[in-house]
């Protein structure tokens, strides 16, 4: 059973940053890819960045504002979100799978509102 533990959502006001972490349960190494995924209220998941062997892949909505990162050595994953926007509103899944998504962690929401 594998288990995604994400953390660092919050409230944040327009234009300021937030990263998020997601710590897999086990090794992060069994993951080929890893990513980030929101939810907003009455909309669909959507991809927000994927990283995989290495290479990073951005949703055009927030391409030069987040980066996703992997750090192997402290078995974690991360989202760096700067000048956040009040669209960037979401619940964000942290995603982990061998060559596609096949787990998902509980959600962590971000909340951008002055």
């Known amino acids: 059973q594998v288990q995604l533990v994400e953390s660092g959502g919050g409230l944040v006001q327009p234009g300021g940053s937030l990263r998020l972490s997601c710590v897999p349960s086990?090794?992060?190494?069994?993951?080929?890819?890893m990513g980030w995924y929101r939810q907003a209220p009455g909309k669909q998941r959507e991809l927000v960045a994927t990283i995989m062997y290495g290479s990073a892949n951005y949703a055009d909505s927030v391409q030069g504002r987040f980066t996703i990162s992997r750090d192997n050595a402290k078995n974690t994953v991360y989202l760096q979100m700067n000048s956040l926007k009040p669209e960037d509103t979401a619940v964000y899944y942290c995603g982990a799978g061998r060559y596609k998504i096949d787990y998902w962690g509980q959600g962590t929401q971000v909340t951008v509102s002055s």
């Open positions: 086990g090794s992060i190494g069994r993951f080929n890819v």
